[in-house]
């Protein structure tokens, strides 16, 4: 069984979509659910779907290797940030395969600060006609690894950054469990 760790500091929506995904999977499964916001929704959300859900803090994440090691006891195969705010220390994405999802066609519209709504906000404002997602792994620079998926939709003249959150929110659903799986499905 491969295991999955997601690494989310908001609202969690694409780690409950993950969860259910690979809920009666065969080879793949969540292994646990962690936050760098002590009161963030994704918390919950996976206390509610039985996986385990842990807090941690920055000491934990970045000064000692209390995570780190943690995610090798529990031999996790993939770490997965599903909306995480934080940048990945370096020894992580050297221990372990990480893979993100970023709502934009990068590399337009990432690094720092291009996040959520700003990131929206921006391609409205440049009256760009697509925008869609990107799923990528992981190195030591914001938005930078090797794309695995992309997925476009159309940027109406109507669209508001909300309109357009949902389009990509969307494709978030329908794409990020599935290249997971592939990906997953790929590595020995
Ligand atoms: C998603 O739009 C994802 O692309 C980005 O952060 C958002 C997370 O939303 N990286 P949620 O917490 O999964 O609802």
Redo the contacts with the bound molecule.
Sequence with gaps: MKKIAIL??????????IIQFFKHHPNIQVDSVWSNKRD???LERAERLKVEAHPFSMDEFISTDKLLNEFKKREIDLIV?????LLLPQKFVREFLVV????ALLPSYGGKGM??VH?HNAVIANKELESG?TIHLVDEVYDHGKVLFQAKCAVESQDTPETL?LK??EL?MEH?PRTIEALLSGSD
């Design positions: 989310a500091s908001g609202s969690g929506s694409n780690a409950e979509n963030a929704f994704v940030l599903a909306g995480f705010l993100n999802i970023h709502p996040y959520g990131v997602i959150a990509i929110h978030e990020f």
